[in-house]
C-alpha cells in the first residue's frame, strides 16, 4: 500500500518546483539540490505507484521497508520546504520598504541553512534512491486520471437511504417483532448476533421503526456502544432522546454512576424501548444494563453484537431470546447485486447473468460484500471479460478463508481497485471515531487543508473533492446518511465499522494517523513520527502520560480531538501546538479553557475549527500570523469580539462565530471572504455593516436582523443595513436572517424585482407573507426556502409561494402573535394543482391551530412531509389538520412530531390517528413514522424567530 507515500511525494514534488522560481531568490548551489531532489523523487514517486497497484500479499518485505523510508523521508522534505517557505514570507499587505530590505539580508543568511538541509536530504535521496533500483527494474509510471467531474450514482445513496427497499429483510423483521411482544407486560430483550457486514444494524433500525410507528406511547433511544465505548456519551445520548429535562441537568453530573441513576430514575417507572448497537463486550453491556430497569411495563430492549458470547449475556436472566443474523439468499443476493447495477434484474445481459452467480456466490450472502463488489463493478464497463476478471481476483482473494476473512478480503480488493487520488481520502476517515456522522462540506475542506486535492486554485480544489467523494460514494466505501432534495448532492455521511476497521488498520500500518482510541495508541511510535493525530476517547486518566508520548509535535500535520478531553487542551496544548507544519487543527466537543492562545504559532495553519462549549474567552491579538488560514469556525466558542488583526487575514474564506461576537470596522479588507455566519447586526457599528457590503466575494451570509430602537444613530444603522443586503443580494446563493423584525427587510428585497438573483436558498421570518409577495416572487432561483410567519399565511401568501418554479422543498413555520393565544380563527389553507409543481419536501411546523387540505394533483412529486406540531394550549383543529393526503400521488415518506401539553393530548391522539388512517388507505402506502414527546424540545426552534435566537441555530 504505497498510496501515502504516493500522496505526500505529489505534494513535496510540487513544492520543489515553486521553489525553484524566481519567487525565491536562492543561491545555485541551492537550486542545484532542489532539482536533484525533485528528478529522484519523481522517479521514486513512478515505481511507488506501480507497487500501488499490488496487493500487499504480493510485496516483498524489503521494499515494504523502502516505501516506509521513502515515506517518512518525504514528509521530512515537505516540512523542511513549509518551515523555508514560511519564514519567507512577508505576511501582510503592508511591508514596507525597510521590511523588504531586512528580510532580504536575513535571507542572505539563512541560505547557509537551508543548503546544509538540502545536502543531508539529498544524501538520504540517494541512499533510498540506490537502494530502490536494487530491487525494482524503474520503468516509467504515468498516473492517469480524469479531469472530469464524479457526479453521484442516484442509485448509489438508494441502497442505504430507503432500508426498507432492501432485499431480504420483511421476514426477519416480522419474526423479530413477533420475538418482542410482551404478554402480560413483560420485560422483553431480543439479541440480534452475526459476523460484521451482515446487516444486523439495518435490520434492527427497520424493527425499531415499525414499532414505534405502530406505538408512540413509550420512551425510545437508539445508541451505538462502538468496540471502544465512550460510556459517559453513550448514556447522556440515551437521556438526550428520552427526556430533555433529564438531559438538560445531566450535563452537571461527572461520573459514570451518577449518569446511571439519572437513567434509571427516569425510566423506572416507564415503558421503553431501547436499541443498542453493536456491543463488543460483556462488561460493556453489563454497564448499559445497570441503567435500564426491569419492570412490568412492556418495556423491550434490542441488541446487536458479533460475539455470541455477548449476546448469551444480553439474554441472561430475563425474558428474552437470541436472533442470529442469516445471509441473504441467493435469490436476495441477486435483487441488491442488480439494484446497484441495473434498473432491476432483467437489464442484466444474459452472458453476464451466470459470471455474476459465481460473483455472489464468493460474497456469501454478505449485503456489505455485495455492495462493495457492486460498488466496483460499477465503475467498469458491463463486459464479460471484465467480470471475469473480477471474478478470478476475489476468488484469489476469498477462497479458503473464513466469513469475516472473506469480507475482509473483498474490502481490500475493493481499495486496490480504487485509483491512486481516492486511497488518500479514504485513508483519512479514519481521524473520524467510529459512528462519526460526518459533515461532507467539512471533509471535503479539510482534504484540501491537508493536501490531498491536487491543484493550486482553492475552488476548483473543493470540486475536485466533491467529485472523489461521490466516486467513493459511487464504490460504496462510503455511506450517504443526508441527502440534498434534489438527490445530487450528499450532506453527511457515515463509514460502516467493518470498513472503517480497514481503513483504520491501513492508515495505522502506513503511519498515516496515529490514533488513541481509549486503551492506547494504535501502534508503537517509538520509530515513526506522528504526523496526524486523533485522539478519539476520553484521556482523562493518562494524560501526563500521551502528553510526553507526543510532546515532539513538531511534526504534527493534524490534530483532531473529540469528546471530552479537557486535561489535554487545557493543560498541554503548548506541548504539540508550537510548531511551524500544522494544517489542520479541529477540536470537537470539548468543555473548559481554550487553546486559543497558542495558535499564534501555527503558520502554515489552514483549517481551524473548535467547538468549545460554554467558553467565554479573548482571542490572540496576533492572529494575523496565521496567514494561509482559510476556514475559521468558531461558532460555539463564546469570544467577547475578534481583534482588528483579524482582518490581515488575507486567505480567509469562511468564518462562523457566535452571534454574540462583535467584529471589527475593517471587514472590507477581507475580499477572499466567502462565508460569514453568524452575525448580530444589533452589536455591530455602521462602518462594520457598510464595509460588509463591498464583499464582493460573499456567497453565504447569516444574520440577525436589527430592530434599531436602541441605536443613538437609528436611521443610520437602518439605512446602512437594507443598503447591505440591496447590493449582496445580487450576488449571495444563501442568506438567513433570523430576528422576528425581519419584515424589515422587504425595501432591500424590492430592489431585485427588475433581475433574477442568483439566491438558492432562503430563511426569513415576516408577520404578513402577502406583503412579502412581489420581492420572495422574483427569486425564481430559489430552491429551498423556510419562511416563519407569525400572522396569517393567507390563500394569497401560498399562491406566491406556490409560484416559485425551482423550489424543491419548503418550510413553513406557523406561530401565535401572542403566547398562549387561542382566541384567532385562521383559515383552512387550500393547496391546488396549479403551484408547487417541483416540490419534494414539505415541511410544516405548527405553534398554533393550523389546517391544511391537498386539491387533487396538488404537489405532483412531493415525497416527503413533515408535521412537528407545538401545542402549549386548548386548540381546536376543526375537521382535522391535513386533508387530502391521498391526493400527493408521489408521496413515499410522512413524520409527524408531536409535543404537547396534557391539556391537548387527547385532541393531538386523535390527530394522530386521523394521519396514520390517512396514510394507511395512500395508494404508495407511504412510510409512517410518529413521534410523542413530553419535552419541549421545540423552545429553541421557537426562538428562532425572537429577538434573540437560540445559541443552537435550528440546522439548515
Not at 534 to 541: F, T
Request: with cysteine.
Amino acid at each position: 500500500m504505497a498510496n501515502a507515500a504516493t500522496s505526500v511525494l505529489g505534494s513535496v514534488i510540487g513544492k520543489l518546483a515553486a521553489m525553484l522560481t524566481e519567487k525565491y531568490q536562492l543561491a545555485s548551489n541551492v537550486k542545484r539540490g532542489i532539482c536533484f531532489l525533485r528528478d529522484e523523487l519523481s522517479t521514486m514517486e513512478a515505481v511507488l505507484l506501480r507497487l500501488e497497484d499490488k496487493d500487499d500479499d504480493q510485496i516483498d518485505p524489503l521494499a515494504k521497508d523502502w516505501r516506509s523510508k521513502v515515506r517518512e523521508l518525504s514528509y521530512d522534505i515537505e516540512d523542511c520546504i513549509d518551515r523555508f517557505m514560511l519564514n519567507h514570507s512577508h505576511g501582510g499587505s503592508k511591508a514596507n520598504f525597510v521590511r523588504k530590505a531586512m528580510q532580504k539580508v536575513k535571507t542572505l543568511f539563512e541560505d547557509g541553512g537551508i543548503a546544509e538541509e538540502i545536502r543531508k536530504l539529498k544524501s538520504l535521496v540517494s541512499e533510498q534512491s540506490d537502494r530502490g533500483k536494487r530491487y525494482y527494474d524503474i520503468n516509467q509510471c504515468l498516473l492517469a486520471s480524469s479531469s472530469q467531474p464524479v457526479l453521484l450514482d442516484p442509485r448509489a445513496p438508494a441502497l442505504f437511504q430507503e432500508a426498507r427497499d432492501l432485499v431480504g429483510i420483511d421476514a426477519p423483521r416480522e419474526e423479530i417483532i413477533s420475538l418482542l411482544r410482551c404478554e402480560d407486560k413483560e420485560h422483553k430483550v431480543v439479541s440480534i448476533y452475526g459476523i460484521g457486514g451482515q446487516g444486523k444494524t439495518t435490520l434492527a433500525m427497520e424493527v425499531y421503526h415499525k414499532i414505534t410507528e405502530a406505538s408512540s406511547d413509550s420512551r425510545r433511544a437508539f445508541v451505538s456502544l462502538s468496540q471502544t465505548p465512550d460510556m459517559k456519551k453513550l448514556l447522556r445520548d440515551i437521556l438526550s432522546q428520552i427526556s430533555k429535562s433529564h438531559f438538560d441537568q445531566s450535563q452537571m453530573l461527572e461520573t459514570v454512576e451518577q449518569l446511571i441513576r439519572t437513567v434509571k430514575e427516569c425510566l423506572k417507572d416507564k415503558r421503553y424501548f431501547i436499541l443498542i448497537d453493536d456491543i463488543w463486550s460483556v462488561p460493556a453491556w453489563e454497564l448499559v444494563r445497570s441503567a435500564l430497569p426491569v419492570n412490568d411495563n412492556g418495556s423491550r430492549i434490542i441488541t446487536t453484537t458479533r460475539i455470541e458470547a455477548v449476546a448469551k449475556s444480553c439474554c441472561a436472566g430475563i425474558a428474552a431470546q437470541m436472533y442470529q443474523a442469516k445471509p441473504l439468499s441467493h435469490e436476495d443476493s441477486q435483487r441488491l447485486f442488480f439494484k446497484r447495477l441495473f434498473l432491476s434484474g432483467d437489464d442484466c445481459h444474459p452472458d453476464l447473468r451466470k459470471v455474476s452467480d459465481d460473483i455472489l456466490k464468493k460474497c456469501c450472502g454478505l449485503p456489505l460484500a455485495i455492495i462493495s463488489i457492486a460498488g466496483l463493478l460499477a465503475n467498469r464497463s458491463k463486459a464479460v471479460e471484465v467480470w471475469v476478471n473480477v471474478l478470478r481476483s476475489i476468488a484469489a482473494a476469498v477462497d479458503k478463508d473464513s466469513p469475516i476473512d472473506k469480507m475482509k478480503r473483498i474490502l481490500l480488493l475493493s481499495y486496490v481497485d480504487l485509483p491512486h487520488h481516492l486511497k488518500s481520502c479514504l485513508l483519512y476517515l479514519s481521524v473520524f471515531p467510529e459512528d462519526s456522522l460526518i459533515d461532507c462540506q467539512q471533509l471535503i475542506l479539510l482534504w484540501v487543508a491537508e493536501g490531498l486535492i491536487p491543484g493550486q486554485d482553492r475552488e476548483s480544489m473543493e470540486q475536485l473533492g466533491r467529485s472523489y467523494l461521490n466516486e467513493l460514494i459511487n464504490r460504496s466505501l462510503v455511506q450517504p446518511t443526508n441527502v440534498e432534495v434534489d438527490s445530487t448532492t450528499v450532506k453527511q455521511c457515515r463509514v460502516h465499522d467493518v470498513i472503517l476497521e480497514f481503513i483504520v488498520s491501513k492508515a495505522v500500518e502506513d503511519n498515516f494517523v496515529t490514533i488513541w482510541n481509549g486503551n492506547g495508541f494504535s501502534k508503537n511510535y517509538s520509530s515513526n513520527k506522528i504526523r496526524r493525530l486523533s485522539i478519539q476517547k476520553d484521556i482523562s486518566s493518562r494524560a501526563e502520560e500521551i502528553a510526553r508520548t507526543i510532546k515532539n509535535g513538531a511534526h504534527i500535520r493534524s490534530i483532531n480531538i473529540f469528546g471530552s478531553n479537557s486535561v489535554l487542551v487545557n493543560k498541554h496544548a503548548t506541548e504539540f501546538l508550537n510548531n511551524q507544519v500544522l494544517r489542520v487543527l479541529y477540536i470537537e466537543g470539548v468543555v473548559g479553557a481554550s487553546p486559543l492562545g497558542h495558535v499564534k504559532s501555527l503558520g502554515q495553519l489552514k483549517y481551524l475549527r473548535i467547538h468549545n462549549y460554554d467558553f467565554v474567552g479573548k482571542f490572540p491579538r496576533d492572529i494575523e500570523k496565521l496567514q494561509h488560514l482559510e476556514t475559521l469556525d468558531v461558532r460555539w466558542h463564546r469570544l467577547e469580539k475578534l481583534p482588528a488583526s483579524i482582518i490581515q487575514l488575507q486567505k480567509l474564506v469562511r468564518l462562523h462565530i457566535h452571534h454574540s461576537v462583535r467584529l471589527p470596522d475593517g471587514i472590507r479588507n477581507l475580499q477572499a471572504l466567502e462565508e460569514l455566519s453568524r452575525i448580530d447586526l444589533d452589536i455591530q457599528s455602521v462602518k462594520f455593516i457598510q464595509g460588509l457590503s463591498d464583499l464582493t466575494n460573499m456567497k453565504i451570509l447569516e444574520i440577525d436582523w436589527p430592530y434599531f430602537t436602541e441605536f443613538l444613530d437609528m436611521e443610520g444603522h437602518k439605512k446602512a443595513c437594507i443598503s447591505l443586503l440591496s447590493k449582496l443580494f445580487t450576488r449571495l446563493r444563501e442568506l438567513r436572517v433570523w430576528g422576528s423584525d425581519a419584515v424589515a427587510t422587504r425595501p432591500f428585497m424590492s430592489s431585485c424585482v427588475p433581475t433574477s438573483p442568483p439566491l438558492r436558498k432562503l430563511v426569513l421570518n415576516t408577520r404578513d407573507l402577502n406583503c412579502m409577495g412581489p420581492q420572495i416572487s422574483s427569486l425564481v432561483n430559489l430552491t429551498r426556502l423556510r419562511i416563519f410567519i407569525r400572522g396569517e399565511a393567507g390563500k394569497e401568501g401560498i399562491n406566491i409561494l406556490a409560484s416559485l418554479p425551482m423550489l424543491l422543498s419548503l418550510t413553513v413555520g406557523l406561530f401565535n402573535d401572542k403566547d398562549g393565544d387561542s382566541g384567532i380563527v385562521y383559515p383552512r389553507n387550500a393547496i391546488n394543482p396549479q403551484g408547487f409543481q417541483r416540490l419534494l419536501k414539505f415541511h410544516l411546523r405548527c405553534w398554533r391551530e393550523a389546517a391544511l387540505e391537498f386539491e387533487p394533483g396538488a404537489m405532483p412529486k412531493l415525497e416527503r412531509l413533515k408535521l412537528q406540531l407545538m401545542a402549549r394550549c386548548q386548540f381546536k383543529w376543526e375537521g382535522g389538520l391535513v386533508l387530502g393526503l391521498q391526493n400527493l400521488a408521489g408521496l413515499k415518506h410522512v413524520d409527524v412530531d408531536v409535543n404537547c401539553s396534557a391539556a391537548v393530548a387527547d385532541e393531538l391522539e386523535a390527530l394522530e390517528n386521523d394521519i396514520r388512517d390517512a396514510a394507511g388507505v395512500h395508494p404508495n402506502s407511504p412510510m409512517l413514522q410518529v413521534r410523542r414527546l413530553d419535552q419541549d424540545i421545540f423552545g429553541s426552534m421557537a426562538q428562532g424567530c425572537s429577538r434573540r435566537p437560540s445559541d443552537h441555530p435550528i440546522p439548515y
